[in-house]
């Protein structure tokens, strides 16, 4: 059981990012992505998070081998794969309460009322929001707690993978190692997959069973 | 002599129904050649205090206390006179979300040259200021949408160091940037200082903050609980807060503070950590006071 990604080439507007890059994650496994800016780290998030249909090369989830992106790719196999990205104001969508975004995948699976209201209360008060939080929407919370919402958002529908873009660089210490251990839970629980893409070597070395790089891009595009 | 003086500052938020005390007679100032580093869990604050002085809080905003630039009070001025003297002549600010601070369909140039020429400085700059910022001249034709985190980030500080603002905030301003990267930002920050320029450094980073800051203010649930010099606050955290989170680093203990930060909306009357302090007792039930907001500090010189 894993998500790969074998041989992908991948970029933007004619500019190559990515050239024959290769990258496994295990089921319970925590691998760690390196390189430096520029290098294409989140490119390779979403090529993997199925947002991003590569120019050559495949993704495959649990032996099955994906093709292309977004919405031609079925539902429910979309969402056995969870992305944390850098910047939750961009991530977020401004009308949704923090509830009703982390509500919001177990409403698209249909879930019943109760098991979703539960699972909402358990998740927040696990990423560390507090109750006030819940009723207000993303721009009446600072960065960190709406980040939190979307970790718990996340993780509400049990994926098999969690991709984690520089998810925790905003955090303060304290907050960062609470994710951290959030995280760490479901895996032993559940068998989650995780990629951490970090530029701190202290976390990774904490964090990751094994940590890949990227090489360097070259110095035009830094 | 001052760039700002700030005085009991205080921020409340009214909602429906409650109201979020989310600064709290907060008191500050930065000299001329001072690097202060601001840092707290995420939620206590931090953001709010650079909105706040920079005219940004939204309408439900309630203000109190005194924000002095020279003469003219920020908090008070009024919109017209932060747009015409304050915001980049005086005061300049890395916003804390680079990703939806940029226009999408402008690119990084576009924007670089205008805010040079809205300053009267030349365009032709831009290629120099975004160098200094750390971001490649090749990366300002793009647009906000092609950039990496990262360069979104560093092209949001040029844009705050187009009007060479005398004093800067910064609200993590490194993120997304690998060592080197976050180096060069430090370096550049500790730099504007060291020529008679100021900074106000947002940062959940503790090592840059001890990095390059002359002072520290720790915040927690809206209030300033330690303000000393820098070397002091990492050799010896005075209040048991600041000692915390410095044990929460990935490596040191990297174990989360137990429990949550309180609600900002129901902050108790007492000391608002002792719920998850191990030094709490009876005495913290009234709130503690001084340099150091405790009753019971680690290091009791600091107190006097
Ligand atoms: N418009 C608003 N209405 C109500 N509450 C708000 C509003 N904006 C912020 N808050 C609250 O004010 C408090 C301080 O927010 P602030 O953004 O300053 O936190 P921060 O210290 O910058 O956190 P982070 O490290 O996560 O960025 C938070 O608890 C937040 O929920
Ligand atoms: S005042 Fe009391 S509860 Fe608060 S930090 Fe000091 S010892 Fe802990
Ligand atoms: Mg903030």
């Given at each position: 059981m894993?998500l790969t990604?074998t041989?992908?080439?991948?970029?933007?507007?004619g500019?190559?990012v990515l050239d024959?890059v290769?990258?496994s994650?295990g089921?319970?496994e925590?691998v760690?992505?390196r390189?430096?800016?520029?290098?294409g780290?989140?490119?390779?998030?979403?090529?993997?998070?199925?947002l991003h249909t590569?120019d050559?090369?495949h993704v495959?989830?649990?032996?099955?081998?994906?093709d292309g992106?977004r919405?031609?790719?079925?539902?429910?196999?979309?969402?056995?794969?969870a992305?944390l990205f850098?910047?939750?104001?961009a991530?977020?969508?401004?009308?949704l309460?923090?509830?009703?975004?982390?509500?919001?995948?177990?409403?698209?699976?249909?879930?019943?009322?109760e098991h979703v209201?539960?699972?909402v209360?358990?998740?927040a008060?696990?990423?560390?929001?507090?109750?006030d939080?819940?009723?207000?929407?993303p721009?009446?919370v600072?960065?960190?707690?709406?980040?939190r919402?979307?970790l718990?958002?996340s993780?509400a529908?049990?994926?098999?993978y969690?991709?984690?873009?520089?998810?925790?660089t905003?955090?303060?210490?304290?907050?960062?190692a609470?994710?951290?251990t959030?995280?760490?839970e479901?895996q032993?629980?559940?068998?989650m997959?995780?990629?951490?893409v970090?530029?701190?070597?202290?976390?990774?070395?904490?964090?990751?069973d094994?940590?890949?790089?990227?090489?360097?891009?070259p110095a035009?595009v830094? | 002599?001052?760039?700002l003086?700030?005085?009991?500052?205080?921020v409340?938020?009214?909602?429906?129904d409650?109201?979020v005390?989310a600064?709290?007679?907060?008191?500050?100032s930065?000299?001329p050649?001072?690097?202060l580093a601001?840092?707290?869990?995420?939620g206590?604050?931090?953001s709010v205090l650079?909105h706040?002085?920079?005219g940004l809080?939204?309408?439900?905003?309630e203000?109190t206390?005194?924000?002095?630039m020279?003469?003219v009070?920020?908090?008070?001025?009024?919109?017209?006179?932060?747009?015409?003297?304050i915001r980049?002549?005086?005061?300049?600010l890395?916003?804390?979300?680079?990703?939806?601070a940029?226009t999408p369909?402008?690119?990084?140039?576009?924007?670089?040259?205008?805010?040079?020429?809205a300053?009267?400085?030349?365009?032709?700059l831009a290629?120099t200021?975004?160098?200094?910022?750390?971001?490649?001249?090749?990366a300002l034709?793009?647009?906000?949408f092609?950039l990496?985190?990262g360069?979104?980030?560093?092209?949001?500080?040029?844009?705050?160091?187009?009007?060479d603002?005398?004093?800067?905030?910064?609200?993590?301003?490194t993120?997304?940037l690998?060592?080197?990267?976050?180096d060069?930002?430090l370096?550049?920050?500790r730099?504007r200082?060291?020529n008679?320029?100021a900074?106000?450094?947002?940062?959940?980073d503790?090592?840059?903050?001890?990095?390059?800051?002359d002072?520290v203010?720790v915040m927690y649930?809206?209030?300033?609980v330690e303000?000393?010099p820098a070397?002091?606050?990492?050799?010896?955290?005075?209040?048991?807060y600041?000692?915390a989170?410095l044990d929460?680093?990935?490596?040191?203990a990297f174990?989360?503070i137990p429990g949550?930060?309180?609600?900002l909306?129901?902050?108790?009357p007492?000391?608002?950590f002792?719920?998850?302090?191990?030094?709490?007792?009876t005495?913290?039930a009234?709130?503690?006071?001084?340099p150091v907001?405790?009753?019971?500090?680690l290091v009791?010189?600091a107190v006097?």
């Open positions: 894993s990604a041989g992908i080439r991948a970029g933007y507007r500019h190559s024959d290769s990258l994650i089921a319970g925590t760690g992505l390189g430096p800016s520029g290098s780290k989140s490119t390779l998030v979403r090529v993997l998070a199925l590569p050559a090369g495959s989830l649990d032996g099955d081998r994906i992106a919405h031609r790719v079925p539902a429910d196999v979309r969402t056995r794969i992305v850098q910047s939750p104001r991530a977020a969508d401004p009308r309460s923090l509830a009703d975004l982390i509500a919001e995948p177990l409403r698209a699976l249909r879930r019943p009322r209201a539960g699972r209360a358990e998740l008060d696990r990423a560390g929001l507090t109750a939080l819940l009723t207000r929407r721009h009446a600072s960065d960190g707690q709406l980040q919402a979307c718990a958002r993780l529908h049990e994926p098999r969690l991709l984690c873009d520089e998810a925790t905003m955090l303060d210490a304290s907050t960062q609470l994710v951290a959030v995280i760490t479901q032993q629980r559940t068998g997959g995780v990629l951490l970090s530029h701190d070597p202290a976390l990774l070395a904490r964090r990751a094994r940590t890949e790089d990227l090489p360097t891009p035009s830094r | 002599m001052t760039l003086q700030i005085d009991g500052l205080s409340r938020f009214r909602l429906r409650a109201v005390q600064v709290t007679d907060l008191t500050l930065v000299r050649g001072e690097l601001v840092v707290g869990e995420s206590c604050g931090k650079a706040a002085l920079f809080l939204p309408r439900n905003a203000v206390g005194r924000a002095l020279g003469e009070d920020v908090l008070r001025c009024g919109e017209k006179r932060l747009a015409r003297e980049g002549r005086r005061l300049g890395v916003p804390q979300s680079p990703a939806t940029l369909v402008r690119t990084g140039r576009s924007l670089l040259a205008e805010t040079l020429r300053h009267r400085r030349d365009p032709g290629d200021v975004a160098a200094d910022a750390g971001l490649d001249a090749h034709d793009r647009y906000p092609e990496s985190g360069m979104a980030q560093r092209l949001v500080t040029a844009l705050a160091l187009a009007s603002p005398p004093l800067l905030i910064a609200d993590e301003p993120t997304g690998d060592r080197p990267l976050v060069h930002t370096d550049l920050l730099r200082c060291d008679g320029g900074v106000l450094l947002i940062t959940h503790l090592a840059a903050a001890e990095r390059v800051a002072t203010a649930a809206s209030r300033i303000h000393r070397p002091d606050v990492f050799a010896a955290p005075a209040h048991p600041t000692a989170l929460a680093l990935p490596d040191r174990t989360p949550h930060p309180p609600m909306t129901a902050l108790p007492g000391c608002a002792a719920a998850r302090c191990p030094r709490a007792d005495a913290c009234s709130r503690p006071g001084g907001a405790c009753h019971h500090p009791s010189e006097a």
